[in-house]
């Protein structure tokens, strides 16, 4: 494939300035590689790899709790996949496009040149993309993101609200086990807080980025969605995250721990090197990958 690049919008210099460091969008050309029309969304549904492929069907309740069953693809071909994504409260999730959706994996690289060419210093060591389809009433309820993530939206539209990533918002602790695989990204969530959002409404075409660790919720405006969602790595976003990591078993030890938002980044980085030797040591269980998967698509529950 040749890709008619640039994908990303010259930045203005409040962008530039802004990125990473507040929540900000600004304009890509994704959509028009054609990449997600139906059909070709259809063919990579239809030949994904399962462990890869991931169902959500969400509950809510009136106060904003939510509750998620996890499901199974089935047997369905991409095309009724898609069909069933168009109609529901489903939510599918492809990840590791980058690697398993060939020519998209092509597009991000080339898109996060143009990102890295005009974000000051920044300069990505790895890149992990999700390709989302959501159902026009689908939601993604409050969470946080261990990388940093930027969110391509490429078709119907969706709202955005993020929040500041401080303690109220975001407790430490809460990103210690999220690090620590002791829980989801899901995070205690009270509708008040909304109030201290900046809320985003995204059209085809738009991307919106925010710190690392910003807790963001997002529902969806009436209309089916895609949108790619971008996880990555700086050698910054490393070390802070392996510094939660080593702290959340120094706070599990009950040992002093560090606030990580006035930790300075040579100490962090010493954190970050003695999680590589914990990591080794296998010290904590991993309780993420025994959720139980509880529906299949085309078929009851099982
Ligand atoms: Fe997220």
Known sequence: MSIDTPLVAAWSARQKAD??????????RLAQTGLFDDDRLAQVLDRYPADLFDINLFDFDADGQMRMQTGVRGRLPGAEVLEGVKQGRVWVQ????????????EAIRATFADISAQAPGF??????GQLIMSAPQAKV????????????????????WIYPSDETHMPQQGMEDIMLKQ??????????????????DLDPGMAVTWPLHAPHRIENLGVFNVSLSVDYQTWDTRITNGAHYASGLLRR???????????????????????????????????????ERSFELDGGKR
């Open 19 to 28: 990125f990473a460091h507040v929540p900000m969008t600004f304009e890509h």
């Open 123 to 128: 300069r990505p060591v790895q890149l992990t």
């Open 94 to 105: 492809l990840r590791g496009v980058e690697t398993h959706y060939e020519e998209l994996g």
């Open 141 to 160: 309820p409050f969470h946080a993101d261990a990388p940093g993530v930027c969110l391509f939206h490429i078709r119907g539209r969706k709202r955005i």
């Open 253 to 291: 030890w009950k040992l002093p721990v560090a606030n990580m938002r006035r930790t300075p980044r040579a100490a962090r980085a010493g954190l970050w090197a003695a999680h590589l030797a914990m990591k080794r040591m296998n010290l904590v269980e991993d309780r993420i990958s025994t959720i």
């Open 183 to 200: 829980t989801t990204e899901d995070l205690p969530y009270r509708r008040e807080w909304d109030a201290n959002a900046q809320v985003f």
